[in-house]
């Protein structure tokens, strides 16, 4: 049994409150909601699902170095009080610290209709984590990451997470689903760019291709070791914060994982285009695999998202 700290919203984001978990699961819950955990949180793309998540009745974890932020950002988008204190917990740590991953892929639910003070593990992961860009006096790579590796590193300690969870619950342990964010230009089958940005992104998108890549196959890795049910890997074109446009103005492309076992057989065809919002992916992503009734058609596939 062990510690961690809790801030929900009906309560002061400065006051910490412990509750202790066990690995106990509760009671199923019903097909048509679902428990999920979200790793940067904050980020555009993956705020706008857990906004849609959270205000359509989801319950949901949410690992935040800063929480008030992430209120913040909530209220921001018209999410409710009443939806965030019964529909949102968020643990105060860092992706790199296998205690808060864990903690935040087995949240404590405190709800009548869930249980009381439970633990269990979600049923989706959603990892959205990434680094600001940084200019670097390198011809060969003039565009580096503050931190060049997170994409890497929480991929690959949401899988070893759950790998301790999976030798802990033994025979119980159900693996969720996981959706990460990742990018264009980086697929070596299968083309997801205008043939005019092609040399520009692999020169100056080097290190952040790198990181996605490396995400990928952690992810691809986790489904292949059996701790995750499946993959929704999301490629979006270049993103920006302009406002949602709707599913309408949305075109999609999946192609199988060239990360996968046989990766060289490629299946599906991508989607090309030059950009995105953050917005329109998020709710795309709620809409189609969160609550999509043909979720199941997407998985283990790359999906091109673009305007």
Not at 6 to 21: L, M
Not at 47 to 75: H, M, V
Request: proline share 4%.
């Amino acid at each position: 049994m062990a510690n961690f700290v809790f801030i929900g919203r009906n309560s002061d984001p400065h006051q910490r409150t412990t509750k202790k978990f066990s690995n106990s699961a509760l009671t199923t819950m019903s097909n048509k909601l679902k428990t999920i955990a979200f790793f940067g949180a904050t980020g555009g793309c993956t705020l706008a699902t857990l906004a849609k998540s959270i205000s359509n009745g989801n319950f949901c974890s949410a690992l935040a170095r800063t929480p008030q932020k992430l209120l913040d950002q909530l209220e921001a988008l018209n999410v409710s009080q009443e939806a965030i204190k019964k529909n949102l917990v968020i643990i105060k740590g860092d992706v790199r610290d296998i205690k808060s991953v864990k903690a935040t892929l087995q949240p404590v639910v405190s709800s009548s209709e869930r249980g009381t003070n439970s633990a269990r593990l979600v049923d989706m992961v959603m990892c959205g984590i990434g680094s600001i860009p940084k200019l670097q006096a390198n011809v060969v790579e003039p565009v580096t990451l503050i931190d060049p590796t997170i994409c890497k590193d929480a991929a690959e300690m949401i899988v070893r997470a759950l790998e301790e969870i999976q030798r802990a619950d033994g025979a119980q342990f159900k693996p969720p689903s996981m959706i990460a964010i990742s990018t264009t230009g980086i697929d070596k089958n299968s083309r997801d760019l205008p043939l005019v940005l092609i040399p520009l992104y692999h020169w100056l998108l080097a290190v952040p291709h790198c990181d996605k890549i490396e995400m990928e196959k952690a992810v691809v890795g986790g489904v292949e070791g059996k701790v995750l049910a499946a993959h929704f890997t999301v490629r979006p074109s270049l993103l920006t914060d302009g406002k949602a446009k709707g599913s309408a103005a949305v075109r999609v492309g999946a192609v199988s994982s060239c990360h996968s076992v046989g990766g060289n057989l490629v299946e599906g065809s991508a989607a090309v285009g030059y950009t995105i919002s953050r917005a329109d992916v998020g709710n795309w992503i709620f809409d189609e695999i969160v609550a999509g009734k043909d979720a199941g058609g997407w998985e283990n596939k790359c999906i091109s998202l673009t305007y």
